[in-house]
């Protein structure tokens, strides 16, 4: 009789387990064109969609989900799309750039397609001697040492500000460009010693690299006191009047930072005016960049590289 029981006990789990790994779980797809960008909006659940990978390969983008999932389209769109375990494949006709965001509240993984425009020579060539305008260039990685900034359970703010400074010194060095960072290591720099280094360098170009905790890039222009009204508290170093004569050159970097960052990673951009020690008491244009929180953006090499590469875009529209 136990025999038996144990038999049928066995039987039953043979026919339940299979059953329950066919589970699948549902993703929601939505689809959306905006100025000659494709974006696909994924949703499932936070925890199935932080486990899902996205890659590009060729013309083909492969998105590979944990689990076995079930598509749910909210409508036809026009893609050729093939679904196989745990792989979503999308094969598109022509050469494409990919920039995949998550995002949260409600979790969502965003893909978004673009199509390659190859440059020409005569391109290639007006970006070069737009870079060639600018020479000097003071990149300020924000904290250091002991001031964390902000933090995630595996990021700080101090390390993310460093790596990118390095990729953007390292970009323009190769264009024959003199670059300085105001910390080279993790190390404390009081403010004043910043904008002194810098003023030291003479720099045709100033920016100071952070993390927000907001969804956005934030950029901050110098708020320059008008004379004869009450002093800033940054002029407290003496050095407030450097900035002034180049308050609107600052503010036409932001914008130019601001649409690259924008054309990048299609996230909302806020440009604010704050009376910030580093900024002004710089003698050059001069902007800080907060970019966006670690819950939006992963700030691993590749994102980190997308940025480094934005900023000197930025650059050379400001150039232009």
């Not at 397609?113 to 391109?123: E, F, L």
């Not at 924000?142 to 359970?153: A, C, L, R, V």
């Not at 045709?204 to 002093?231: D, K």
């Not at 170093?237 to 932001?254: E, F, I, T, V, W």
Request: glycine residues 4%; aromatic residues 6%; proline residues 4%.
């Amino acid at each position: 009789m136990k025999k038996a029981a144990l038999t049928a006990v066995i039987f039953l789990a043979v026919l339940v387990i299979p059953a329950f790994a066919l589970e699948k779980t549902d993703v929601t797809v939505r689809a959306g064109r905006q100025e000659g960008i494709l974006r696909l909006v994924f949703e499932a659940e936070e925890s199935f969609l932080k486990k899902t990978n996205v890659s590009l390969s060729g013309m083909q983008i492969n998105i590979e989900f944990p689990l076995v999932f079930n598509l749910k389209p909210q409508k036809d769109f026009n893609l050729e799309i093939s679904a196989k375990e745990r792989i979503l494949t999308i094969n598109l006709k022509e050469p494409i750039e990919m920039k995949v965001l998550r995002l949260s509240s409600p979790p969502r993984l965003v893909v978004d397609i673009s199509t390659v425009n190859a440059k020409g020579p005569a391109d290639i060539k007006a970006q070069a001697e737009v870079m060639l305008s600018q020479k000097v260039f003071v990149i300020d990685p924000g904290h250091g040492g002991y001031d964390f900034g902000i933090m995630s359970s595996e990021l700080k703010e101090k390390d993310i500000a460093l790596a990118i400074a390095k990729d953007i010194e390292a970009i323009l060095i190769k264009r024959g460009k003199a670059v300085f960072l105001t910390r080279k290591s993790d190390q404390s720099v009081q403010l004043r010693d910043r904008a002194m280094f810098a003023n030291q360098k003479m720099p045709e170009i100033f920016i100071s690299i952070h993390t927000a905790a907001s969804e956005s890039f934030v950029l901050y222009v110098p708020m320059i006191a008008e004379t004869g009204s009450e002093q800033p508290a940054s002029d407290a170093y003496g050095l407030n009047s450097r900035q002034r004569k180049y308050a609107q050159k600052s503010m036409k970097l932001a914008e130019a930072l601001g649409k690259a960052v924008k054309e990048e990673f299609n996230l909302n951009v806020v440009q604010r005016e704050m009376s910030l020690p580093v900024l002004n008491s710089v003698g050059a244009p001069a902007v800080l960049v907060e970019a966006p929180s670690f819950k939006i953006m992963s700030y691993d090499q590749k994102t980190r590289a997308r940025l480094a590469e934005a900023i000197i875009k930025g650059i050379s529209y400001y150039g232009q």
